[in-house]
């Protein structure tokens, strides 16, 4: 069991430009989540999936904003457009569900600098 | 929408006393949870708490989720420097059958050697 594992670890993009961050969960684990985290705060929900389903997205998630876990295991964060507020920690966690003491266990992060 | 205080915002304490930190909500939470992130790095788990009242233990670190389901406190007992960090809680709901985690601003710890 490798963990969480996201990639890249670091993005550095001009304002207007296109993204994607990819994020491998545990494996067998069949939920998965995003989480954005901006300086001296706590993470905040993005958006969650159930397999290969989006199953809820939060209103922090613009229509810039895309996610795909197309076969049910890895997924993709994609931003278009990019903005310098987008500038953030994007975080992935991955949970085996079905169970009242499901734990979230968290990537290392992709650590998006707009210029 | 839902959010959790945590205070205090950070701690400067010598190595070897002992901290305390706590969380309080506005809203019920079924599960307490107390993460720590390093610099550079993901949340890790610490400490999971399922039941109101519940006082759990992990090592130097021991944590208790309120009798009212909206507050939860971590103490970390004879500090050490690899305690430093920041240390935040999070409180989960279930949504579409999956459980949403909602973070504290966090409680920046650092130790004076």
């Known amino acids: 069991d490798t963990g969480v594992s996201q990639n890249p670890r670091h993005k550095i993009t001009k304002r207007g430009q296109n993204v994607t961050f990819r994020c491998d969960p545990i494996?067998?684990?069949?939920?998965l989540y995003w989480y954005r985290q901006t300086l001296g705060q706590g993470p905040e929900f993005l958006t969650y999936?159930?397999?290969?389903?989006?199953?809820?997205k939060s209103r922090l998630l613009s229509d810039r904003f895309s996610a795909e876990r197309p076969k049910g295991s890895f997924s993709t964060l994609e931003i278009q457009r990019t903005e310098q507020g987008d500038s953030a920690m994007y975080l992935c966690?991955?949970?085996?569900?079905?169970?009242?003491?499901?734990?979230?266990?968290f990537g290392p992060g992709t650590r998006l600098l707009v210029l | 929408g839902q959010q959790l205080n945590q205070s205090p915002q950070s701690m400067f304490i010598q190595e070897g006393e002992d901290v305390s930190m706590n969380c309080t909500s506005s809203?019920?939470?079924?599960?307490w949870l107390w993460y720590k992130q390093e610099p550079g790095e993901g949340p890790v788990l610490l400490i999971a708490?399922?039941?109101?009242?519940e006082l759990t233990s992990n090592g130097r670190l021991t944590a208790q989720f309120g009798i009212t389901r909206k507050d939860s406190f971590l103490n970390i007992s004879a500090s050490i420097p690899s305690d430093v960090g920041i240390y935040f809680c999070?409180?989960?709901?279930?949504?579409?059958?999956?459980?949403?985690?909602?973070f504290g601003q966090g409680t920046r710890l650092t130790i004076n050697p």
């Open positions: 966690a991955s949970s085996l569900g079905a169970s009242p003491g499901e734990t979230q266990y």
């Open positions: 999936f159930q397999n290969e389903a989006q199953l809820e």
């Open positions: 999070a409180g989960q709901l279930r949504i579409q059958g999956a459980q949403k985690l909602v």
């Open positions: 809203s019920i939470f079924n599960t």
């Open positions: 494996s067998e684990h069949n939920r």
């Open positions: 708490l399922y039941k109101a009242g």
